[in-house]
Nanobody
Framework: QVQLVESGGGLVQPGGSLQLSCAASGSILNIPTMAWYRQIPGKQRELVASITTGGGIYYTDSVKGRFTISRDNGKDTVYLQMNSLEPEDTAVYYC????????????????WGQGTLVTVSS
């Protein structure tokens, strides 16, 4: 069983910065894709950023130039550095990983973190 543990959320003023971390534990061979999503109450969960083992990176338009996603493959960890935060960034942030196990290398399994609240307010 693979578990994802997130940390780093909290309250920050507009223009401030936060870094989110998400570490995976369990029986993992590799993690082709790591991503961050966010969800505002009453709205659909949206993809914020993703990163592949090959270095392919995606950002949703609203965070380009402000957020940076990175990964540490040795630690099975993904980070989201969030700068110039805006009130519109307030949401619960979830990490997501598509991982492969030694027991079945033909499948990519999906895991989610528990969510961490980011509040941007003065």
């Amino acid at each position: 069983q693979v578990q994802l543990v997130e940390s780093g959320g909290g309250l920050v003023q507009p223009g401030g910065s936060l870094q989110l971390s998400c570490a995976a534990s369990g029986s993992i061979l590799n993690i082709p894709t790591m991503a961050w999503y966010r969800q505002i109450p009453g709205k659909q969960r949206e993809l914020v950023a993703s990163i592949t083992t090959g270095g392919g990176i995606y950002y949703t338009d609203s965070v380009k130039g402000r957020f940076t996603i990175s990964r540490d493959n040795g630690k099975d960890t993904v980070y989201l550095q969030m700068n110039s935060l805006e009130p519109e960034d307030t949401a619960v942030y979830y990490c997501n990983m598509g991982y492969v196990t030694e027991r079945d290398i033909t499948r990519v399994f999906d895991a989610w973190g528990q969510g961490t609240l980011v509040t941007v307010s003065s």
